[in-house]
């Protein structure tokens, strides 16, 4: 920290003339600094997540191999549409690992053509 800051932390807050308050103008720059620092925390902690893949990159969504514009991406509603199966039967097939979603859109799954192809071929082979 610069010496001119520590000089201010010791002395304490000093009343504003404005306002008569404890809250000096000066020390908005100490707020500036904590949102900062915060930011700066908070980015390092995604960093080490992503490194370990614990988290995806705030930019990709999804797999980088999913991310053209021709793939379409579904919901599990409408898998189970194309399918005409029920949400049960889907979500115990996905349990059981038949299907994996490809990514996730907030914490909905997404599948792709291929994995519906994919699950499609597991039953007829």
């Given amino acids: 920290m ?3 800051r520590l000089q201010r932390i010791k002395k304490g807050p000093q009343p504003s003339v404005r306002t008569g308050c404890n809250f000096a103008p000066d020390m908005r720059n100490d707020f500036n600094i904590a949102d900062e620092f915060a ?7 995604v960093e080490i997540l992503e490194e370990k893949g614990l988290v995806m990159a705030a930019d990709a969504s999804c797999p980088k191999e ?5 793939a ?5 509603d409408e898998v189970c549409k194309r399918l005409k ?41």
């Fill in 85 to 125: 199966i029920t949400k049960a039967t889907f979500n115990r097939h996905r349990s059981r690992g038949y299907i994996s979603p490809t990514c996730y859109v907030g914490r909905s799954p997404r599948f792709t053509d291929a994995d519906v192809q994919d699950y499609l071929n597991k039953f007829n082979s």
């Fill in 39 to 45: 930011a700066m925390v908070a980015a390092k902690v």
């Fill in 66 to 70: 999913v991310q053209p514009q021709s």
């Fill in 2 to 4: 610069g010496e001119k």
């Fill in 72 to 76: 379409t991406l579904y919901s599990i």
